[in-house]
């Protein structure tokens, strides 16, 4: 079966780093542009970073020069290296896989930013 398993969050400081990872299964991952959400609670699922298929690479404009996607499709992973990190990065992180209409997403990691 399908499985999307996150693992690297805590607690970080303010300005400080931290490297999420998630490790896919159960579907031909290669073929599959990988993604990292990020949500807290009362608001939308939101978009971190996005890196397709093919190695094309979208970050939203609040963790750009900050965050970091790459994937490793021998290992079927994707990490999502946080840099520079602040109080409003803090939020459940979650891995995504999409091709076409299908989606998959992990189970979430939380991310918490704080002195």
């Known amino acids: 079966q399908v499985q999307l398993v996150e693992s690297g969050g805590g607690l970080a400081q303010p300005g400080g780093s931290l490297r999420l990872s998630c490790a896919a299964s159960?579907?031909?991952?290669?073929?599959?542009?990988m993604g990292w959400y990020r949500q807290v609670p009362g608001k939308q699922r939101e978009l971190v970073a996005r890196?397709?298929?093919?190695?094309?690479?979208y970050y939203v404009d609040f963790v750009k020069g900050r965050f970091t996607i790459s994937r490793d499709n021998a290992k079927n992973t994707v990490a999502l290296y946080m840099d520079n990190l602040a109080p409003e990065d803090t939020a459940v992180y979650y891995c995504?896989?999409?091709?076409?209409?299908?989606?998959?997403w992990g189970q979430g990691t939380q991310v918490t930013v704080s002195s």
């Open positions: 995504s896989a999409d091709a076409g209409s299908v989606t998959y």
């Open positions: 159960g579907f031909p991952f290669s073929a599959y542009a």
């Open positions: 890196i397709a298929s093919g190695g094309r690479i």
